[in-house]
Each structure stands twice: as C-alpha cells, then as structure tokens.
C-alpha cells in the first residue's frame, strides 16, 4: 500500500468537497472543531443518520450551547429531547458525562483519548474521534464507515464482527501526525458518500487505484459478513387511557430499555402473546378496555408485538394533549396511533 499516496489523494478530496456539518470547523481550518460539539454529535450519530441527526443535534445545541448547560439540565428535559434517537441509554449517558465534565474538569473536556475514556459513557471509538476531530490528536478512529473502506481497500477476507481488529490495525496504519481530525473526517465522508454499503460509486473513489477490493472487480461484497441469527420476539400490551383530549403517559423506570422516558403504560414483555383475560388483569386502571389492534417494533436484540387498549379513565399519571405526542418514543407513537386511529393522523 501507498501510504503517503493514498494519504495525499483522499485529503485533497476531501478539502474539495467535505460534507459541511454544523459540528465541523471545516478542512484544513486553523480553527479546532468545538469538542462540545464533536463529542455530542458523535453521541448522537451512533446506530443513526447525519439526515436524522442533524435536527437534534440543532435543537440541543440551540438549547445548551455549553456542556456546563447540559449538565444542568434536569434529567426528564433532556430525555424527553431525545425521544426519536432511540437508544436511550445514550441519552442518560450524555447526561453522566457532560456532568463529570462540569463538575471535575471545569466544563473543558479533557484533551487526550486517555482523559476522555476515563469520562463515564465515554467508549474508545467516541474517546479517539473527540481526540483527533476536536484537538487533531494522532488518534485511529474506526467506525462502520471506516471498517468498510479498509475491507475494500485491503479485500479482507474474514467476515465482520471477527474482522474488527484486523479492520482497525489497517485503518492504525494510514494515521499519522499530520491532519488526524481531517484524515479521519476524510475517511468518514468516504464512506458515507462514495464507498457505500450499496452500489458504491467506485469511478468516483479518489483512491479507487489503491483499492484491492476494486482491482478484484468485487468491492461491493466486501466487508464479508457472518449471517445474524433471528431475532427473538416478545410480546406485551400498550394501554392507552384518554381523559378528553389527553392521554396518560408514565415514566419508565431509570435502567433498563427505554429508561427514564415518558411512555404508555405496558404489561411486561415477554416470549408468549398476552390473551385477552390476562391484558385486561395487568391494566394500570379499570376501566372499559377495548382492543384496538396491534404494532410491530424492532430494538437491537429483539423484535416487539404490542397489543393496544384503550379506554376512557382515570389514573394517576403525566396527562398529556394529544398535541404533545409527537415526542415520544417510536414504540409508543406507534402504538398511540393504533389507539387514537383517525383522529390522530393530523397530530403529529
């Protein structure tokens, strides 16, 4: 491999043309990038788009323009912010991390990858891309778009997960000192625009010509992948109870999927589907519930079938106007929209 080449020709394309993203000071800026702003785009860009990302990442920052800002926040504000991000134990991890932050480092993230691992919630991927982004550290940052350029690059033949550490040694070895927040910038834009998962556009890769996955003629079928296993599926009940125009929401308790997020009232989920006696004895009120069908969701791990009753009651609980539904979590939109039906469609 051409190091100082390959180096030469992907910096050049990038410093024509680099993705311009409100996180970013932009290529070859004398500026360094606001860690603060690389640490929490970086958080938020885990398992999710720039496309998806960006709004939110506009309304936090808007709303806490400091990490000392953030980490005043109470926690239920800044959860509810994030509803839409999935996730969540992200979010309670932002909230841990900006407070370390404030409270032992004077709100001034520390500098090196061995300070910020040592932040709570604060992995090695996330440590090396702050280091390098925000304070152009000699740091190998290695996300999926990464693994999948070096898979081509190097057409490494080992499927993905066990590739990961062959995959990060051969990104280690194009990082040197000069430019690493743009070299790895670089390699980021690559990936995401170019060398995609999908019918990468190879006749446009500046570095088609180092690319060993692109001389065999199969780039596309690199990285090599092993087969996942099913998921499993559970099943539960949603409850949606009305009062008027507002709908009863609960907060979840703070660990677990989905903690500390406000949501409908659920059964437990578990591998069997609920019958209708059983869903009727775990409703958090009594009242006339009716089945108003049922939504499918997928998490990471498993798959959810949720049974949706409604009814009209009482209970102790966060009364929330139907306009305000909008922020809940994916899940429970759905469900909420399976239970309101047509008189839903133009709230949120």
């Known amino acids: 491999m051409e190091t100082p080449a390959l180096r030469a020709a992907l910096l050049a394309w990038y410093d024509a043309g680099?993705?311009?993203?409100?996180?970013?000071?932009?290529?070859?800026?004398?500026?360094?990038?606001?860690?603060?702003?690389?640490?929490?785009?970086?958080?938020?860009?885990?398992?999710?788009?720039?496309?998806?990302?960006?709004?939110?990442?506009?309304?936090?920052?808007?709303?806490?323009?400091?990490?000392?800002?953030?980490?005043?926040?109470?926690?239920?504000?800044?959860?509810?912010?994030?509803?839409?991000?999935?996730?969540?134990?992200?979010?309670?991890?932002?909230?841990?991390?900006?407070?370390?932050?404030?409270?032992?480092?004077?709100?001034?993230?520390?500098?090196?990858?061995?300070?910020?691992?040592?932040?709570?919630?604060v992995g090695a991927y996330t440590a090396a891309a702050v280091a390098a982004i925000a304070f152009d550290r000699e740091a190998n940052v290695v996300d999926g778009n990464v693994e999948r350029v070096m898979a081509r690059l190097f057409a490494v033949e080992a499927p993905l997960p066990d590739a990961k550490p062959e995959l990060k040694r051969l990104a280690g070895e194009l990082v040197t000192a000069d430019r690493p927040g743009d070299w790895a910038q670089a390699l980021m834009d690559l990936g995401a625009t170019v060398c995609r998962p999908k019918a990468p556009l190879c006749d446009r890769c500046p570095v088609s010509r180092f690319c060993a996955g692109f001389a065999q003629g199969d780039a596309e079928t690199f990285p090599r992948k092993t087969k996942k296993a099913d998921r499993p599926r559970r099943f539960g009940v949603a409850y949606l109870l009305t009062r008027g125009g507002e709908v009863a929401l609960v907060r979840r308790p703070p660990k677990g999927l989905l903690g500390g997020m406000l949501g409908l009232p659920t059964s437990d989920w578990r591998a069997t589907p609920w019958m209708d006696e059983e869903a009727e004895a775990a409703a958090p009120a009594s009242a006339k519930w009716k089945d108003a069908g049922e939504i499918d969701h997928v998490f990471t791990h498993f798959a959810l079938t949720l049974r949706v009753f409604r009814a009209e009651g009482a209970m102790e609980a966060e009364w929330t106007a139907r306009e305000g539904l909008g922020a809940l979590p994916s899940v429970f939109l759905k469900a909420a929209r399976k239970g309101l039906g047509a008189s839903f469609e133009t709230l949120a």
């Open 18 to 121: 680099a993705r311009d993203l409100p996180w970013r000071a932009g290529p070859g800026s004398a500026a360094r990038a606001d860690p603060y702003r690389v640490w929490l785009s970086e958080v938020m860009l885990q398992q999710t788009t720039v496309p998806h990302a960006t709004p939110y990442f506009l309304a936090f920052t808007r709303r806490w323009p400091t990490v000392s800002a953030l980490a005043a926040e109470a926690d239920g504000e800044v959860m509810a912010a994030w509803a839409g991000l999935g996730y969540y134990a992200r979010a309670r991890n932002l909230l841990a991390c900006a407070r370390a932050v404030a409270a032992d480092h004077g709100g001034v993230f520390p500098d090196t990858e061995e300070g910020l691992r040592a932040l709570p919630g």
